[in-house]
């Protein structure tokens, strides 16, 4: 009932579904409820509140429970939420193992352990799934499906239909494969972002300028595939125009970053000067996040009804 597991409740519930919140403390379930009751009335107030159900209705269908086997009676849907360490995710879904049925899909909500090291030698493995979001999932709506090599096709669906339901976007991957799609994708630009500073090319608060005010522009709307296509006439003649100063610059990408040492002091200065490291400070500035993502994906909507 952390993070990630009070927002999947919340987007779960706008989709008008039951959830029970598992925890095995009984004031963080408490807290839990505390802050998705606040969340909800707020956004309720604000007019960006999920689905067509009140915050009232909603709130209604979320109940709380410290007993695992409880919790997961009469469920169909399992979605895990514990911390990033594979033996106690493992602990967990050998629990869950000896206690479901054979309909119910077990789900991970894990950003880089493979299923395979999650999953493998569980009785229920077909039904074992990575069902990754996005931080926080409740505003970013992505979802990366990711199977087992032995998971059945039908879970794959269910799951994805599933996530369509509740309003997420989700992504069928084919196999499992290090850090998945977009952590790939984010660590490849992190990484040339980092060297870039650490060699003085830019400064920290212009890098990012560069994505948000530049790349991220048309990437909230299109990926990079279709900008390619868009750019030119088409993704062929693309390659053709620009294929050799591509190869060029990306020759020329130095090595893997430490992530160490003077470019980490030289980043977190530049980013606290921004955002001072103190809790209320932090809190206001992922509020403030969170109100641009619910802004745009508002807007989004609109244009694809347009």
Request: proline share 5%.
């Amino acid at each position: 009932s952390g993070l990630i597991g009070r927002s999947w409740a919340m987007v779960f519930a706008a989709g008008g579904f039951k959830v029970k919140l598992y925890d095995i403390a009984q004031q963080q379930l408490t807290s839990a409820l505390e802050n998705i009751c606040k969340q909800m009335k707020e956004m309720e107030k604000s007019g960006i509140l999920k689905g067509s159900l009140s915050a009232e209705q909603q709130l209604a269908l979320i109940s709380v429970c410290t007993d695992l086997k409880a919790a997961v009676e009469g469920a169909t849907f399992i979605q895990e939420c514990t911390p990033e360490n594979l033996e106690l995710k493992k602990k967990i879904f050998s629990q869950l193992d000896l206690i479901v049925g054979d309909n119910v899909i077990l789900s991970s909500s894990t950003s880089c352990l493979l299923p395979s090291k999650l999953f493998t030698g569980l009785k229920h493995v077909k039904q074992c799934i990575v069902s990754h979001p996005v931080n926080p999932p409740y505003f970013v709506p992505l979802v990366e499906i990711v199977p087992h090599p032995e998971t059945d096709p039908s879970t794959t669906e269910r799951t994805y239909d599933l996530m369509k339901k509740i309003g997420q976007s989700p992504v069928k991957l084919s196999r499992e494969i290090e850090g998945f799609v977009l952590n790939r994708l984010q660590y490849a630009v992190i990484s040339e972002a980092w060297r870039l500073v650490g060699e003085g090319i830019i400064s920290p608060t212009d890098l990012d300028l560069v994505m948000s005010d530049g790349l991220g522009m048309r990437y909230a709307f299109i990926g990079p595939l279709e900008t390619m296509h868009l750019n030119a006439e088409g993704i062929s003649n693309y390659c053709e125009r620009y294929a050799e100063g591509m190869r060029l610059v990306l020759n020329t990408f130095g090595p893997v970053p430490e992530f160490s040492g003077e470019i980490v002091q030289k980043v977190n200065q530049a980013m606290s000067e921004k955002i001072p490291v103190v809790p209320k400070v932090l809190d206001a500035r992922r509020k403030w996040r969170d109100e641009c993502l619910t802004g745009l994906a508002k807007l989004k909507t609109q244009m694809k009804s347009d």
